[in-house]
C-alpha cells in the first residue's frame, strides 16, 4: 500500500508559477515511474507528465516548455515545476505512483489559472 500526498496548488495569474510535490510513502520497495495527471471539469482524466525511476520524462504536448517535471528518489517525492500558466491549466491535478492500474493515486490538489 503506497500513500500519496500532494501539495503546492493554489491560485494564481495567467503568466505565473506555481509548484506541485508528491510526497509517496508505505510499501515503497524500490523507485517506480510517478506522473502528474490533471482533470479539468466536464473534462476526462490527461496525462500531464511522468517520469521514471530513471529520470526520463516525457510531456503532454500542451505543457511541453512550460511544465517540468523532476523526481528526489531519496524521499519518494516527485515535483512539477509549472511555469507560464495559462487559464486552460486549471483543474485538479493528481500524483500517480507505480503502474497503470496497479499504481497509487493522490488525493489530488486544485490548481486555478485567472485571466
Known amino acids: 500500500q503506497v500513500q500519496l500526498v500532494e501539495s503546492g496548488g493554489g491560485l494564481v495569474q495567467a503568466g505565473g508559477s506555481l509548484r506541485l510535490s508528491c510526497a509517496a510513502s508505505g510499501s515503497i520497495f524500490r523507485p517506480l515511474a510517478m506522473a502528474w495527471y490533471r482533470q479539468a471539469p466536464g473534462k476526462q482524466r490527461e496525462l500531464v507528465a511522468a517520469i521514471t525511476s530513471g529520470g526520463s520524462t516525457n510531456y503532454a504536448d500542451s505543457v511541453k516548455g512550460r511544465f517540468t517535471i523532476s523526481r528526489d528518489n531519496a524521499k519518494n517525492t516527485v515535483y512539477l515545476q509549472m511555469n507560464s500558466l495559462k487559464p486552460e491549466d486549471t483543474a485538479v491535478y493528481y500524483c500517480?505512483?507505480?503502474?497503470?492500474?496497479?499504481?497509487?493515486w493522490g488525493q489530488g490538489t486544485q490548481v486555478t489559472v485567472s485571466s
Open positions: 500517480h505512483h507505480g503502474v497503470g492500474a496497479a499504481g497509487s
